[in-house]
């Protein structure tokens, strides 16, 4: 699960992706949540909330944007959930390997999304420009578009192509 949070200009999105015996990846839940941190955390009357989600749906393990107002929601969610939770800080560097990552998966077709015309928009919408004089570059949304469903689903994909370590616990 990938969580890109946001509250004024932006919205924040939970994109939750299952990993299939193939490697292929099937994106399972999309959802959009606006307004106050404390309602999108906890829910409102009508609806259900971030922790109550993660609740139902049980994810191996929850990737959000660390950087900015998320590293306060981040410290929040690892209280309830432990190391099930990981925060990414977004940086130049790391978004560069975020979206070669979703590049990659879609150019393998190992990844399938839902038909959601906000994602489509913003796959399409992000851009890639240089950092005047220097080397690096940068990923933005044009001005007056958005771009959260696309670092959701890029979180949701560094997520689930993690490479986890096995080792063996013996007695000596």
Same mark, same amino acid.
């Given at each position: ?12 999105? =939970? ?13 399972? *839940?999309?959802?959009? *949540? ?20 993660i609740e ?11 950087t900015g ?23 130049? %560097?790391?978004?560069?390997? !975020?979206? %070669? ?30 950092? +005047? ?5 940068? *990923? ?8 959260? *469903?696309?670092?959701? =689903? +890029?979180? +949701?994909? !560094?997520?689930?192509?993690?490479? %986890? ?6 007695? +000596?």
């Amino acid at each position: 699960m990938g969580i890109d949070f946001g509250k004024i200009n932006d919205s924040t999105v =939970l994109t939750c992706l299952e990993k299939c015996e193939d490697g292929k990846l099937i994106m399972r *839940y999309l959802k959009e *949540y606006r307004g106050d941190y404390n309602n999108q955390l906890n829910g409102k009357k009508n609806s259900i909330g971030i922790i109550r989600l993660i609740e139902l749906i049980n994810p191996a393990q929850v990737l959000v944007d660390a950087t900015g107002a998320g590293e306060k929601l981040y410290e929040d969610m690892k209280r309830v959930f432990g190391s099930k939770i990981r925060g990414i800080k977004f940086t130049n %560097t790391g978004k560069e390997r !975020m979206v %070669t990552d979703l590049h990659i998966a879609f150019e393998d077709k190992r990844l399938r999304i839902m038909n959601d015309d906000k994602l489509i928009q913003e796959l399409h919408n992000l851009e890639r420009k240089s950092i +005047a004089g220097s080397k690096r570059v940068r *990923y933005e949304h044009p001005k007056g578009k958005h771009d959260d *469903y696309v670092w959701s =689903l +890029a979180l +949701a994909i !560094m997520g689930v192509s993690r490479k %986890t370590i096995s080792f063996h616990v013996s007695s +000596a």
